[in-house]
């Protein structure tokens, strides 16, 4: 299992870092690190932590957020009660992969951060990307539709590399790991059994119907 994506929230909010906190530790795979509350704190904490992900105010009590999203190239958030088009432009030239405009729903937050992880399972490790694995990431993270250029065999390739890191997942692990949806995972999986490159294993729980799990035929 790949270890958690780690998070730092900076917002000079004490009660709004604590929700952002608390959303990010709802989503399973992700670690919030303590909420800093100004930038000087939040170099800091990056020199300390090494947070995967930066979720940022655009304006804080010692500087501009989004400045500092730009100066530390790291993957970033910006939330903002800011809605002029300057500063979400500042935001995205700046390398902001989502802007969330103040107050929003915690659901809103906690979407992207699942987007986010989809999208970081695409773009992981150092092999060479193909174009429909970079059109699948991208499309990802803005929520659009996925990309028509992915190609059945692509989806499959992509659905073997998802289990290539585990002894066994469902489909809806397979699906959260690739960015699919769990039926699309459910059909290509089936296919690729049919075709012996993955195999189906039973678990059983304590009640109701056992769970389907796959494993890529040769992986242990």
Known sequence: MTDDIRVLVI??????????????ASVPGFTPLEAVHTLDAARQALRAHQPDLLLVDAYLPDGDGIRFVADTERDAFVLSAATDAVTVRRAINAGALAY??????????????????????????????????????LSIMAGGAEPATVSRSATEQLILDGLGDDDEASAAEVAERV?????????????????????????YGTTGRPEHRYVRVGKR
């Open 11 to 24: 917002d000079d909010d004490f009660r709004v870092a604590g929700l952002h906190r608390d959303a990010v």
């Open 179 to 203: 960015g699919i949806s769990r039926a699309t995972a459910q059909r290509h999986l089936a296919a690729l059994a049919t075709r012996g490159q993955v195999e189906v294993r039973l678990r």
């Open 100 to 137: 969330l405009a103040k107050p929003f729903d915690a659901v809103a937050l906690v979407d992207r951060l699942r987007r986010y992880a989809r999208m970081r399972n695409l773009l992981g490790g150092d092999a060479a990307l193909t174009q429909e694995r970079i059109d699948r990431a």
